[in-house]
């Protein structure tokens, strides 16, 4: 103790020196915008960075529970894909007709691929940051989506980087609709369980299952239609008692998000102005 008590006796000028420093530098970038804005432009880049290296890490040690749900995944859609594809060839009487109907679907969508850098479950509000940008042709509102179903929307960008709103966010609020049923309701989650949701205003006249499986709509111009979405676990009347509420068990594993993936709609910014420009006319002028 004595000899630390020395050392910081012969070496007061150096840390006062320092803390003099830390305080100059916080008033600086605290009552300066200028500075403050270069500040903060340099600590997001330093903290995607780090980002980066953590998730690089995380993502090597799950490789292999990653691989193996992909892989039921992929085994589950060639299945699905064998039967439509033989429902269809048989009902069309042409052999090419689902390849030639998937290539109409698929034309007007361009995904890009990224990488889950920051990802958050114990808030009512999480926040997903990924590291792809407009730089890299992601814009806001486009959907997000993984190789087990669906994951968010895209809220703000960067140019190297985005924050997505998933489906574990209060706010979020995804149109789905259940498969083989034909009936819709929205998505929402209440900060309960990161792999459960509710979906809220399914009509007390639907006809459905435990187990069935929901998916998007298509209604809300940002996921395409029959995307995963996970499946009826339990039934509960509305607050009003006007509608159903379905608690859902989410496709997609949040806790171990890694790889995703954005769905550029190329006709989804033409359906959105005219719904502004519907909405414009609307108004009182």
Known sequence: MRNLLDFLARHNHWFLFVLLEVVSFVLLFKYNSYQGSVWFSSA?????????????????FSLVDVNRKLTERNVYLERELARLTDTATVAAKDSTYMQR?????????KSVPARVVSNSLDKLNNFITIDKGTADGVGKDMGVACGLGVVGIVYLTAEHYSVVIPVLNSKSNISCSIRGRGYFGYLHWYGDRPDEAYLDDVPRHARFRIGDIVVTSGYSSVFPPGMLVGKIMRVYNSANGMSYRLRVKLSTDFGNLRDVCVINDSEMMEQMKLLEAANDSLRPK
Do not use: E, F, P, T
Not at 101 to 109: D, E, H, I, P
């Open 44 to 60: 997001n880049a330093v903290a995607g960075k780090v980002y980066d290296a953590s998730s690089a890490v995380d993502q090597y």
């Open 101 to 109: 109907m998937q290539a109409g679907v698929l034309r007007k969508y």
